[in-house]
């Protein structure tokens, strides 16, 4: 076991990944629902729902259902199991109360063993343990924590360990659910190289595909250009992406994040340019947005942001930015900006072939 003295000691930072949050916790919830197949997201409506899957968890992932995908299809996998006589799956709403209450007691927890945590979202936290004498040592406050969180919420997690928030965001994936995978500084490079290059943050599907037709499916295969080469393939984002297939990554465990916007979207039970009732929608977003704002520590914005999803999947986005920025008295003058950005979308000036809209979202953003 490798041993290093604290003055010499390189970082040492865990991330913990709750598996299949909402649904492990819906299944403690309510007992008769363990072991069954669950899917916690948007209302199915027999197939005809708009939305998407927000957590699938294991035995519902067998069936071919997966976080992100939209909710019709999740049925219809869901209805092909039932007709091969396998367990009927269990769709249930989302419920943010609930899971954020877990999501607090887990945070208690990894506070008792590391005095700089940061929560990365609702089921995801970094913390660093670069105090920790040696990996054995790492490994033993890791399984402290795991079982203490299965004791208190009887659910499990993942937890990856490396020299920095890349590289064990990555090792959290590896042995899940419930499991620990560390990855030492001198063992990076082997480990990150036979990955697919869609375990690096920052390559999304159409990157993906694209570098794959090009013939780079490992991340072993990126570290072959240059950076100045991943620029020109890439652009901006090909420098950052030299150095995450490198296993580099600086960024502190911080345990405060600024909150950098406030915004909410919804998707229509069907696709519409009925004015009347896209701005009614849009009323109630935006009163919802601008309550979320009055209730928060921040007394203006710069920015407000609209989002129209077609009903192609195209998205477009429409902001503005304010000199003056809005604070909470001018809620007024928020609705009317908002109306003014959405209303392009509706015609053809942002609508010119006049595509029914799924969805629309608000967003502030420039919050101080």
């Known amino acids: 076991m490798i041993e290093f003295s604290r003055h010499k000691m390189n970082r040492i930072i865990a991330h913990l990944d709750m598996d ?20 916690v997201g948007s209302d199915p409506n027999d197939g005809k729902g708009r939305g998407v899957v927000s957590t699938a968890n294991y035995k ?22 039932k007709k091969q006589s396998k367990e009927e799956v269990i769709f249930l709403p989302v419920d943010f109360s609930l899971y954020g209450k877990v999501s607090k007691s887990v945070l208690q927890t990894i506070k008792k063993y590391s005095n700089n945590v940061e929560q990365a979202s609702i089921d995801e936290f ?17 399984q402290k924590i795991k079982q203490e969180i299965k004791e208190k919420e009887k659910i499990t997690c993942s937890i990856g360990i490396g020299p920095n928030k890349l ?57 072959k250009f240059s950076k100045e080469e991943l620029k020109e393939v890439l652009g901006k984002n090909g420098e950052s992406i030299y150095y995450k297939a490198r296993g580099i990554d ?24 009925e004015p009347i009732f896209i701005h009614s929608a849009l009323k109630r977003l935006s009163d919802s947005v601008f309550k979320s704002f009055e209730r928060s520590a921040f007394t203006t914005f710069g920015t407000i942001t609209i989002t129209a999803r077609f009903f192609d999947f195209e998205t477009k986005t429409s902001s503005k930015s304010f000199k003056m920025a809005i604070d909470k008295s001018n809620k007024k003058k928020f609705e009317l900006e908002i109306l003014k950005l959405l209303l392009p979308f509706l015609d053809k000036r942002s609508n010119p072939k006049r595509k029914p809209i799924r969805l629309i979202g608000v967003r502030i ?3 101080i």
């Open 20 to 39: 299949a949050f909402f649904a492990s916790v819906e299944e403690v919830t309510t007992p008769s629902f363990k072991g069954k197949p669950i899917v």
């Open 60 to 81: 519902a992932r067998v069936y071919g259902i997966k976080s992100a995908m939209p909710i019709s299809i999740a049925w219809r996998l869901s209805q092909e199991a």
């Open 126 to 142: 970094y913390f660093d343990l670069s105090f920790t004498s040696s990996f054995r040592a790492v490994e033993d406050v890791c």
């Open 167 to 223: 590289v064990s965001k990555i090792a959290a994936g590896i042995k899940k659910p419930d499991g620990i995978f560390l990855v030492r500084d001198l063992d990076v490079k082997n480990f990150l190289n036979p990955l697919s290059i869609r375990e690096l943050p920052g390559i999304g599907p159409k990157t993906g595909e694209f570098l794959n037709k090009k013939g780079i499916n490992k991340i072993g295969d990126l570290i």
């Open 250 to 273: 600086d960024s502190p465990v911080l345990e405060y994040h600024q909150v950098k916007s406030i915004g909410e979207q919804t998707t229509f039970s069907k696709n519409t340019l």
């Open 365 to 367: 953003e420039k919050l």
